[in-house]
């Protein structure tokens, strides 16, 4: 069984900034690309920003320059530093894993439960 335990959401005003971190736990074998996924109210879930476990990164033109995520493998954690946050930027955060279970597994993806991220204006 895998968790991800997510962490680091809130309320903030307009300018401000959150980071968010989401830990991997449980049965693991390897851990492969992790994300930041968000979904506002009557929005569709939305890719935010990705790394890859070489650390290559993938950012929503929204967030570009605004946002920055990172991953520490030995810890099996992912980092999303938020600065400059906007009103828009309010939504329900989920990080994602893809991961294997053990050498012969498929990789699979797994998702955190969600944090709440509120910017005022």
């Known amino acids: 069984q895998v968790q991800l335990v997510e962490s680091g959401g809130g309320l903030v005003q307009a300018g401000g900034s959150l980071r968010l971190s989401c830990a991997a736990s449980?049965?693991?074998?390897?851990?492969?690309?992790m994300g930041w996924y968000r979904q506002a109210p009557g929005k569709q879930r939305e890719l935010v920003a990705s790394?890859?476990?070489?650390?290559?990164?993938t950012y929503a033109d929204s967030v570009q320059g605004r946002f920055s995520i990172s991953r520490d493998n030995a810890k099996r954690t992912v980092y999303l530093q938020m600065n400059s946050l906007k009103p828009e930027d309010t939504a329900v955060y989920y990080c994602?894993?893809?991961?294997?279970?053990?050498?012969?597994?498929?990789?699979?993806?797994?998702w955190g439960q969600g944090t709440q991220v509120t910017v005022s204006s």
């Open positions: 790394i890859t476990t070489g650390s290559s990164t």
């Open positions: 449980g049965t693991i074998f390897s851990i492969g690309a």
């Open positions: 994602s894993a893809d991961y294997r279970s053990t050498f012969q597994s498929p990789v699979s993806r797994y």
